[in-house]
């Protein structure tokens, strides 16, 4: 069956640091992969998506680029900032509208000023 | 902004009471989700609802679960005899069309004693 296998966490690092998230999957066919991120206090929000390979999805300085050839979906930001501290989940869906999703388990990622 | 709402935030319960988690989704949103994460796993769905009946379900939601959407606006899971193994958050999600992206609740997290 479909899998996502995330980066274990927690991720610690300091203000301006470069972050790398890495996610990893398993799917029949040609998947839609997500990255949600949870702020304290409040439900899982889109980040960002990309539906087919080399697919490249960003928002708020995050991206992802959707490698068919190493099954992967790794989370980058150049420059991370205390606001950016949450839990980030990666997941994919078999059709574009992302209804049933799979989940990674979450990476904790806590930024110090 | 509208968001998905969830109560309680916290519930806690003896094995073998019902509990039901409610949810309030985005008023003109029409497709509805539950989903489940265990402390320490990953975010499982539980089951989907369209048009007043449940359009798939997990191997998870087994006759202990069911949902429904008594008053055009909440949404509910109940859980008919809970578990220690039913102790999770359970988050609730909308979205309008089929196509569209999934708005998550901050979740409810059931403690089962």
């Known amino acids: 069956g479909n899998s996502v296998t995330q980066m274990e966490g927690p991720v610690t690092l300091s203000e301006e640091a470069f972050l790398t998230i890495n996610c990893t999957y398993t799917a029949t066919g040609y998947p839609s992969l997500f990255w949600y991120v949870q702020y304290p206090g409040e439900g899982l929000q889109l980040l960002l998506k990309?539906?087919?390979?080399?697919d490249k999805g960003s928002n708020k300085g995050f991206e992802a680029t959707y490698r068919k050839e190493t099954t992967s979906f790794h989370l980058e930001k150049g420059s991370v900032q205390v606001s950016d501290s949450a839990v980030y989940f990666c997941?994919?869906?078999?059709?574009?509208?992302?209804?049933?999703?799979?989940f990674g388990q979450g990476t904790r990622l806590t930024i110090n000023p | 902004e509208p968001e998905v709402t969830q109560t309680p935030s916290h519930q806690v319960t003896q094995m073998g009471q019902e509990v039901i988690l409610r949810c309030v989704p985005i008023?003109?949103?029409?497709?509805f989700y539950w989903y489940r994460q265990i402390l320490g796993q990953k975010v499982e769905f539980l089951v989907s609802f369209y048009n007043n009946e449940i359009s798939e379900k997990s191997e998870i939601f087994d006759d202990q679960f069911s949902v429904e959407r008594p008053d055009g606006s909440n949404f509910t899971l109940k859980i008919r005899s809970t578990k220690l193994e039913d102790s999770a958050m359970y988050f609730c999600a909308s979205v309008r069309s089929n196509t569209g992206e999934l708005f998550f609740g901050e979740g409810s997290r059931l403690t089962v004693l």
């Open positions: 997941a994919l869906s078999e059709n574009p509208g992302a209804q049933k999703l799979v």
């Open positions: 990309a539906t087919k390979a080399d």
């Open positions: 008023s003109n949103h029409l497709y």
